[in-house]
Structure formats: C-alpha cells, structure tokens
C-alpha cells in the first residue's frame, strides 16, 4: 500500500508541475504568438501606454521565456515581487497572481470566496451520491418495472434540463410562490441556519442534474455486473441477495463512479457558474464570470489555477480509494 501510494504521489507532484507549465503557456505563451499584448491584457485595453509598460516591466515580460516560467512558477510557492516603473509591489506566497486593476493579489480574494464554492459542491455532491446511487441500484435490480422506467425518465429530465431553468424554477415555486424556503444567501459566521436555507435550493438544483447522471451510470454498470460470473457464483454457494449486492456487485460499482465523482467535484471547486449565478451565491464561479466581464485576466489565471490543482488532487484520493475498495488496483 505505501509503495502504491508512493507512486501516486510521486505522480502527482510531476503532474503539478506540468500543470503550472500548462498555465503558463496559455495565458503566456499563446497570446504572445497571437500577436496580443500581454501586458494590456492585465491592465486593460482602455490603460495609457506609461501604465502597459509599468506591467510590462513589472511582469518581466521582455525576459527569455525560460526566466517568465521560473518567476511564475516559483511565485506560486514562495511568493513574487513585482518591480517597474518605480514600484514595487509584493504578493504573498501562494502567489497566483496580482490584478493591477483591481490593485488586489488573486490569492485572498479567491480563499475568500473558496469555501462558498466548496459547500456548495460537497453538499450537492452527497445529495447526488445518496439519490442518484440508490435510485439507479434499484433501478437495476427492478429492471423492466415501473419503477425503473420512472427512475429513468427522471434521470432523462435531470440530464436534459439546464441548471438555470431548474434553479429559476426552483426558486420561482418554493422561494417566491410558496415561501418555504429563504434563498437569500447569508453567510456562515452570521448564521447557521440561514446560510443553511440559502444553500438548499442551490444544493438540490446542482445535485438533480449529477444525480440523473450518476442513476444512469450505475443502472448500467450493475446491469452489467449482476450478468458476471462471480456474482452466479455468489449466488449458487447460497449468499443472499443483499450480501451478494453490498459485497460483490457494489465494490464493482463504485470503481467507475468514483473517477466521475473525482472529475466532477475537482471541476465544481473552480465554481459552479451557473448555479452560483442562479442563486447569487458569492463563489469562484460567480467571481470568474465578472472577471471575464471586466476582462480581469490575472483573476482568470488563479481560478484556472485552482480549478487545475483541485481536479489533480480529486483523482489522487480518488487513486488512494481505488487501492481501499479493490487491492488488486495496488499491484498497478
């Protein structure tokens, strides 16, 4: 177990650094030989020439590649001083970049705003992990019924239906219509149960279209999985049925379910822009749409940055759970 997790580690710390490299090209590189300033970029196009060259400066933008890459890339772990035009400004380790704009670092901002993005994803993904999960076992086991044809006409609506028409929906019957529920988003520190309120909705609106996903997939993997051998075997030796499900058929399950489950909840941590929007809730999601609104690139920058590092940190738990559910993954 350790030298498989040693492995992983070890594989994840090269990809980290190819990640960062990646960044660095596109917003770096790519631009540059599109012909596009990168400096006007950061200071936007309606900035006079004196402030462009202050960034330019300050950005070490006219340095070989080589250096540009080593300055970002060791900015994120011990921190950068921007210098030009006779000033200096500093941005603290992580530095994931400086909005001169705005006159903020990107990183503060966006651990401000993070763990509105993080409860929003954990909460919703619990709920479409017990739904969609239980919905589609049953599904599987009840084939053919009306119970299955139900459940998949569900799923069908979830997978079909666009968040911001749930969400609006949502909040049109059970918020404005009926008044049940306060969507109105209030933080944590002022008060559990209204920031609880406030993430209700978004949490179901979000789960409902992962949920529908998740039913379908696991409909068909246990399908597929209660027709193996093992599973006839488990039955002729005179298990149950509810050992033979919980032990044999669901280990199986789980395998795919869990790359969805690192994929999507890494995706969800850079935001979940619809929702988010939907609701007002005041994200990384909802931060990176007035980013790309006031053309505020370095803020872009940090959230593809933390959106790369949560998705590569998702599939190395994920990794570490391949290893727990089925040790022959281990000897991989």
Not at 139 to 165: H, Q
Not at 175 to 181: D, K, M, P, Q
Not at 223 to 247: C, F, H, N, S
Request: one cysteine or more; proline letters at 4%.
């Amino acid at each position: 177990m350790l030298a498989y997790l040693f492995r992983r580690l070890f594989a994840a710390a090269v990809m980290l650094v190819v990640i960062i490299l990646v960044v660095f090209g596109i917003f770096f590189l790519v631009p540059k030989w599109a012909g596009v300033d990168i400096a006007s970029s950061f200071v936007g196009k309606q900035a006079d020439p004196a402030a462009v060259e202050a960034v330019r400066q300050k950005l070490g933008l006219s340095d070989p590649v080589f250096v540009q890459a080593w300055e970002f890339f060791k900015g994120i772990f011990a921190g950068r001083t921007y210098s030009g035009g006779g000033d200096v400004t500093q941005c603290s380790a992580p530095c994931f970049g400086y909005s001169f704009r705005s006159e903020q670092a990107v990183w503060p901002v966006l651990t401000e705003r993070f763990p509105v993005t993080l409860a929003l994803a954990l909460g919703a993904a619990v709920l479409w992990l017990i739904f969609g999960l239980a919905a589609g076992v049953l599904s599987a086991l009840k084939r053919g019924t009306l119970w299955d044809r139900a459940a998949m006409v569900v799923a069908l609506a979830g997978v079909s239906l666009p968040i911001y028409f749930t969400g609006l929906l949502s909040l049109a019957i059970f918020s404005h219509s009926l008044g049940w529920i306060n969507a109105e988003f209030v933080p944590l520190d002022e008060s559990f149960s209204g920031w609880f309120g406030g993430m209700i909705l978004p949490w179901i609106t979000l789960a409902f279209l992962y949920a529908a996903m998740y039913a379908r997939i696991t409909r068909a993997t246990m399908m597929e999985i209660l027709g193996e051998d093992y599973i006839r075997t488990a039955r002729a030796k005179g298990l149950k049925e509810q050992v033979v499900i919980r032990k044999h058929a669901m280990r199986s399950t789980l395998t795919p379910l869990l790359t969805m489950l690192g994929m999507d909840l890494g995706a969800l941590m850079g935001g979940a822009v619809l929702t988010e929007t939907t609701f007002s809730l005041p994200g990384l999601g909802q931060k990176v749409l007035d980013a790309i609104k006031n053309q505020d690139l370095p803020f872009i920058l940090g959230v593809v940055l933390i959106t790369s590092l949560a998705v590569l940190i998702a599939n190395l738990v994920v990794d570490v759970l391949y290893a727990v559910i089925d040790p022959r993954v281990r000897l991989a």
